[in-house]
């Protein structure tokens, strides 16, 4: 999978693509190997930790995930 993909589902999650970008890059995940996927689900989870949106997650989950993400260079 490539660095441009992977901005495409970034922008894709953060709404920020053009309804036939958009299209596009769903297409290309649903068709995709199981890579795509997990990234567009690590990609999903950044966001939800991100905005705050923990709540449906296990405490220790997001913990783990928030303690990550905090850790990760800017």
């Known amino acids: ?12 999650l953060d709404g920020e693509l053009e309804p036939h970008a958009a299209d596009r ?3 290309r995940l649903v068709n995709e190997d199981s890579e795509a996927l997990e990234c ?16 449906a997650m296990p405490g220790s989950m997001a913990a783990a995930v928030s303690a990550t993400l905090q850790a990760e260079p800017t």
């Open 1 to 12: 999978m490539t660095a441009d993909f992977k901005e495409q589902v970034s922008a894709l």
């Open 25 to 27: 890059t769903v297409s």
């Open 40 to 55: 567009f689900g690590r990609y999903r989870l950044i966001g939800v930790v991100r905005r705050g949106e923990t709540g």
